[in-house]
């Protein structure tokens, strides 16, 4: 992953260019992320009771999950919150955040539109547009803003 030690696989095409991105901000303006804190696919028979199944079909990640008891809220300073609730409003609905779920879990961030909605392509596209601008994306330092 761009920015960071970590890698992941996930659904390519724009499933892969939202949650890439999720994850490069988080590493940028959260927590550095190293090798392994980053998880995205797992078959089915390997995700534990109450996890998202997302991360069966690529278009889920979870960031350090060891780092986040399943279950809990709170595990996370008020600038790393307001950090993810920014990058939440930013991804306009097409991704979803663990911690804000009934049975939480603060590590998971998961698209939460089909393959073939028009907000996840334009935010896929949106998102590589940015890549290609300097100055665009995640890891851009805002001077004076």
């Avoid at 279950?71 to 008020?78: A, D, E, I, M, T």
């Amino acid at each position: 992953m761009p920015g960071s030690a970590a890698s992941v696989s996930v659904r390519a095409g724009d499933p892969e260019a939202i949650l890439i991105y999720v994850a490069r901000r988080f590493n940028y303006e959260v927590r550095p992320l190293g090798k392994g804190d980053v998880v995205g696919f797992r078959p089915l028979s390997e995700i534990a009771a109450g996890v998202s199944t997302n991360l069966a079909s690529g278009t889920a990640i979870q960031i350090l999950p060891g780092s986040f008891p399943f279950g809990s809220r709170g595990n996370l300073f008020g600038s790393e919150l307001r950090t993810i609730r920014s990058l939440l409003a930013e991804c306009a609905g097409v991704v979803a955040w663990g911690g804000d779920s009934d049975n939480p879990d603060e590590s998971l961030f998961e698209l939460v539109k089909g393959p073939r909605d028009k907000d996840l392509a334009a935010l896929g596209t949106r998102i590589r547009q940015w890549n290609d601008e300097s100055g665009q994306g995640a890891g851009t330092v805002m001077i004076g803003a």
